[in-house]
């Protein structure tokens, strides 16, 4: 039914930029709050940023400065725009998103399947 699904990883150089984007597809009848969550090896999975239907936005602090998370509700999208990528941002970005699927009213989260994002040296 409902998915998620990223596109935007892949290799970039120390200081380099990457977006990564998230549509979410289905039956849907609402989204509410959206995120980015990420996984390197041998850690635990971390909130990178997150984003109300309003526009409110949070961030690890680890990325305050550096990335922007921005979502488009007609399109069902959400972005996750890097800058000055380092290496422990070395991950597996998972998209997030809280969705109330057609025709019910009770929200959960759905989970895409994860994009690497490498950030060499």
């Known amino acids: 039914q409902v998915q998620l699904v990223e596109s935007g990883g892949g290799l970039v150089q120390p200081g380099g930029s990457l977006g990564l984007s998230c549509a979410a597809s289905?039956?849907?009848?609402?989204?509410?709050?959206m995120g980015w969550y990420r996984q390197a090896p041998g850690k635990q999975r971390e909130l990178v940023a997150a984003?109300?239907?309003?526009?409110?936005?949070n961030y690890a602090d680890s990325v305050k400065g550096r990335f922007t998370i921005s979502r488009d509700n007609a399109k069902n999208t959400v972005y996750l725009q890097m800058n000055s990528l380092k290496p422990e941002d070395t991950a597996v970005y998972y998209c997030?998103?809280?969705?109330?699927?057609?025709?019910?009213?009770?929200?959960?989260?759905?989970w895409g399947q994860g994009t690497q994002v490498t950030v060499s040296s």
């Open positions: 984003i109300t239907s309003g526009g409110s936005t």
């Open positions: 289905g039956s849907i009848f609402s989204i509410n709050a």
């Open positions: 997030n998103a809280g969705v109330k699927p057609a025709p019910w009213n009770t929200e959960r989260a759905y």
